[in-house]
């Protein structure tokens, strides 16, 4: 099993940064790449970015792509997620996620094997 844990959550003003983290502990030997997605009431999950654990290699959703930065601290387990430029509509609960098998659908929820509860991201206009 493998425990993911989030932080860095808050309530900013648009145009500010929040740096997220993500802890994964136990069963880690075994991880193929590491990703953030994010919920807004009332609509469904959607990928915000992924990074492979091996080679670092990044992935991007269009909405965020410039302004946010996936990165990894293989020695830690830990993922982060540096945030700026940020908007109203990057509001949600953003969730960390680990896959432990390859998949080229990097974007979607199914290719995840673990889930953390998820830090609440608040911009205010």
């Known amino acids: 099993q493998v425990r993911l844990v989030e932080s860095g959550g808050g309530l900013v003003q648009a145009g500010g940064s929040l740096r997220l983290s993500c802890a994964a502990s136990g069963r880690t030997s075994s991880v193929y790449a590491m990703g953030w997605f994010r919920q807004a009431p009332g609509k469904t999950r959607e990928f915000v970015a992924a990074?492979?654990?091996?080679?670092?290699?990044?992935y991007y959703a269009d909405s965020v792509k410039g302004r946010f930065t996936i990165s990894r601290d293989n020695a830690k387990d830990t993922i982060f997620l540096q945030m700026n430029r940020l908007k109203p509509e990057d509001t949600a609960i953003y969730y960390c996620?680990?896959?432990?098998?390859?998949?080229?659908?990097?974007?979607?929820?199914?290719?995840?094997?673990?889930w953390g509860r998820g830090t609440q991201v608040t911009v205010a206009s």
């Open positions: 996620s680990l896959a432990i098998y390859y998949s080229d659908r990097y974007y979607a929820p199914g290719a995840y094997n673990y």
């Open positions: 990074i492979t654990w091996s080679l670092g290699r990044t």
